[in-house]
């Protein structure tokens, strides 16, 4: 009976053991990367606080972004809007509208399965959305356009003028489709999920990664945030915007009525009606119009 007992208490005690060996390993595999992580970032974020520029801490970016690999999608989308965001450091509210009593335009991006895409391609589409970023601020530079926030892949952007508001995002789809995304496994990735099949003249519409664009017109309020030291806008003509660029897909511009009306110029793009839609939340219907450049109006 004693050899029994004392058997079982050597398994009882093996079996605690191995529970906490397991549970320490356990530990240290969740706690790891995430440490790694945070290594990584505030490498980046003490380059950014001493004034180094993109250059310098572009080669500590893709040791950030494996390390985000091994954790999970959720850490690679607030990663990746650590390393864009944070880098605009100072904000320049020049071009942005300051008064609720006059109209401004608003627009909202999102990249196209932009979940699948970090599932399937998680250092390519690290890469990509930094080129994504990069390649939307230099317009926004160009057309006096203000940045409002990004949201992982997401821009909001807001002007006072509609007419430098649709040329910015016509040149987004433009100069999307002409990068070099050095990326072909997303164009494979793009065409399995077509649900219209894939035309023989695919080429000469669509290159690398595909943003949808909604854009609206209106007054809205505005208010002045003293922590970020920016501007930011509430109200129906945001959410209108934003419903609108969720009705889109990839690859497409979608404006409402409202916005082309105060275009003090015409539209130096293809147009087409597409009728009014009641919007989730907003409170009465919108006309929609696609508004494309002409190069890209077979879309």
């Not at 071009?95 to 979940?115: G, Q, R, V």
């Not at 009705?247 to 275009?263: D, E, M, P, W």
């Amino acid at each position: 009976a004693g050899n029994v007992q004392g058997l079982s208490a050597l398994i009882c005690s093996l079996t605690v053991l191995s529970t906490l060996i397991l549970t320490v390993l356990g530990v240290f595999w969740v706690l790891l990367p995430l440490m790694r992580l945070g290594r990584g970032m505030r490498a980046v974020a003490k380059s950014l606080k001493a004034g180094d520029n993109e250059g310098t801490i572009e080669s500590r970016k893709p040791s950030v972004l494996l390390e985000v690999d091994a954790i999970g999608q959720d850490f690679e989308t607030i990663v990746v809007d650590f390393l864009g965001f944070s880098s605009t450091q100072i904000r320049d509210n020049k071009y942005a509208p300051k008064d609720s009593d006059k109209p401004f335009a608003i627009c909202f991006t999102d990249i196209e399965s932009s979940t699948g895409l970090w599932g399937n391609f998680p250092i390519d589409m690290g890469r990509g959305v930094q080129e994504h970023h990069a390649i939307i601020r230099e317009l926004i530079k160009k057309h006096h356009v203000y940045e409002v926030k990004t949201v992982g892949d997401c821009f909001m952007c807001t002007s006072p003028s509609a007419d430098d508001m649709i040329q910015f995002v016509l040149d987004i789809q433009t100069e999307f489709y002409k990068h070099e995304w050095n990326w072909p496994s997303i164009e494979d990735f793009y065409k399995q999920k077509s649900t219209t099949g894939v035309p023989d003249n695919y080429c000469d519409f669509w290159n690398g990664i595909r943003v949808r664009i909604g854009v609206h017109y209106g007054q809205g309020e505005v208010t002045y945030d003293k922590v970020t030291k920016g501007y930011d806008y509430y109200g129906t003509v945001v959410n209108t915007a934003a419903r609108i660029e969720s009705a889109g897909h990839g690859g497409q511009v979608i404006a409402s009525a409202a916005l082309v009306a105060a275009l003090r110029s015409d539209i130096p793009a293809a147009t087409k009606p597409l009728g009014v839609h009641s919007l989730r939340g907003v409170p009465d219907p919108v006309q929609l119009i696609q508004v494309m450049p002409h190069c890209l109006a077979g879309r």
